[in-house]
């Protein structure tokens, strides 16, 4: 199912921006939705973006929208979010997952180890 | 929109019982969309149950998952010493795809 391998957290001032992104290998990565998902610290899992294989259609989690903004490019095999405005609520542990088809459907059948990010002055 | 609680919110047992853990929606789950994940201390999550009652690729048979409508129940029919985790559940098919809290498989 492949390996994703996730980059580019770290600690942020409130409102600053930060940009993750996600290397995939070993699948052909086009042909997959893929999705972020966050973990605060001692918490549960939280869907956060999602994009599908084409990068033509996008979702956002309510908490996020306006904010956040998922990107792909294929020729690079690489996931990005784009994260603005940055708050405090937003720390957590990134992860990236892959979808089990082209269309989002939200089934995250890998995933990989996560990046932290923290939103402190 | 969809919420999942869980319960119990931690269940302790002995390696070799059986682990019995309920997610509950708020509304109905159409064509059981719901999934069920394994995360490890450090570790991301894992896939173990789609479709509400499917096993994921090299899932062990001891995961079991059933359920429709709004409860669903994943089983774990001889605990081994791998199996101490948290237990998400989850609901797909649509924005927004939300996560229940989480039910902790500890060692009794």
């Known amino acids: 199912e492949g390996q994703l391998f996730e980059s580019g957290g770290g600690l942020v001032q409130p409102g600053g921006s930060l940009r993750l992104s996600c290397a995939a290998s070993?699948?052909?990565?086009?042909?997959?939705?893929m999705s972020w998902v966050r973990q605060a610290p001692g918490k549960g899992l939280e869907w956060v973006s999602a994009?599908?294989?084409?990068?033509?259609?996008?979702y956002y989690a309510d908490s996020v929208k306006g904010r956040f903004t998922i990107s792909r490019d294929n020729s690079k095999n690489t996931l990005y979010l784009q994260m603005n405005s940055l708050r405090a609520e937003d720390t957590a542990l990134y992860f990236c997952?892959?979808?089990?088809?082209?269309?989002?459907?939200?089934?995250?059948?890998?995933w990989g180890q996560g990046t932290l990010v923290t939103v402190s002055s | 929109e969809i919420v999942l609680t869980q319960s119990p919110a931690t269940l302790s047992l002995s390696p070799g019982e059986r682990a019995t853990l309920s997610c509950r929606a708020s509304?109905?789950?159409?064509?059981?969309?719901l999934a069920w994940y394994q995360q490890k201390p450090g570790q991301a999550p894992r896939l173990l149950i789609y479709?509400?009652?499917i096993r994921a690729t090299g899932i062990p048979d001891r995961f079991s998952g059933s359920g429709s409508g709004t409860d669903f129940t994943l089983t774990i029919s001889r605990l081994e010493p791998e199996d101490f985790a948290v237990y998400y559940c989850?609901?797909?098919?649509?924005?927004?795809?939300?996560f229940g809290p989480g039910t902790k498989v500890d060692i009794k």
């Open positions: 509304q109905t789950v159409k064509t059981n969309y």
């Open positions: 070993g699948f052909t990565f086009s042909s997959y939705a």
């Open positions: 479709g509400a009652s």
């Open positions: 997952a892959k979808d089990r088809s082209l269309l989002w459907f939200g089934q995250l059948i890998s």
């Open positions: 989850q609901k797909y098919g649509g924005s927004p795809i939300p």
């Open positions: 994009i599908d294989g084409n990068g033509g259609i996008t």
